[in-house]
């Protein structure tokens, strides 16, 4: 079946700093990728996503490009802020019997210092 | 605009009381509506989902069920709780036309805590 892999956190940054969340995905078609942010308290809502290879999805400084020979989808920012303290769940959306499904990771914590 | 809520905000129940959360969408007919746990630094566990009045999907064997007496109404229910469901409760939905490309939507959670 469809998984989704997520490097484990709690991730630790200083502000400014270059951060990467790795996500590795397994699936039987040909998924959509996303990845979500929670921060404290709070849903989740939407980062960015990626509907087919190649694809870069991009959103306030962080982006992640659909890797289909790597089977990943890593998140990078170049530079991070206090704010972007959250927790981050890579995602994919496929067919599944009986409509589209979409299978989470465990979720990556970061926590940024001033 | 779209938007989720989620009632109550936060919860304490005992052990063996029954437990009602409710999640409404307003502002999008005919969404799929999905119910998720998520346990204390854990991930998401997708509980139930429903594509339409009346059908809804388990994804995980437990004491708790799920109604949906209207097209945004989304109901969490148990009969009697025990101590492994405390944990944060998300409702989310989707636009059912979008397929796989559908992001999800999601409201602001309920946090449970049986004792």
């Known amino acids: 079946g469809n998984s989704v892999t997520q490097m484990e956190g709690p991730v630790t940054l200083s502000e400014e700093a270059f951060l990467t969340i790795n996500c590795t995905y397994t699936?039987?078609?040909?998924?959509?990728l996303f990845w979500y942010v929670q921060y404290p308290g709070e849903g989740l809502q939407l980062l960015l996503k990626?509907?087919?290879?190649?694809d870069k999805g991009s959103n306030k400084g962080f982006e992640a490009t659909y890797r289909k020979e790597t089977t990943s989808f890593h998140l990078e920012k170049g530079s991070v802020q206090v704010s972007d303290s959250a927790v981050y769940f890579c995602a994919l959306s496929d067919r599944d019997t009986g409509g589209f499904k979409t299978i989470f990771g465990a979720g990556t914590r970061l926590f940024v210092k001033a | 605009s779209q938007t989720i809520h989620q009632w109550p905000a936060t919860l304490v129940q005992p052990v063996g009381s029954p437990l009602s959360l409710e999640c409404t969408v307003e502002?999008?007919?005919?969404?799929?509506l999905y119910w998720y746990r998520q346990a204390a630094g854990r991930g998401l566990q997708l509980l139930f989902y429903?594509?339409?009045?009346?059908?809804i999907s388990s994804e995980v064997p437990q004491n708790l069920s799920a109604s949906r007496p209207q097209d945004r109404q989304f109901i969490l229910s148990s009969k009697k709780l025990l101590l492994s469901d405390s944990g944060f409760y998300l409702c989310?939905?989707?636009?059912?036309?979008?397929?796989?490309?559908?992001?999800?939507?999601f409201g602001p959670g309920t946090r449970l805590l049986v004792l």
């Open positions: 699936a039987t078609g040909y998924p959509s």
């Open positions: 989310a939905w989707s636009a059912a036309w979008g397929g796989k490309q559908e992001t999800q939507y």
């Open positions: 502002g999008t007919s005919n969404p799929n």
């Open positions: 990626a509907t087919k290879a190649d």
């Open positions: 429903s594509v339409g009045i009346g059908q």
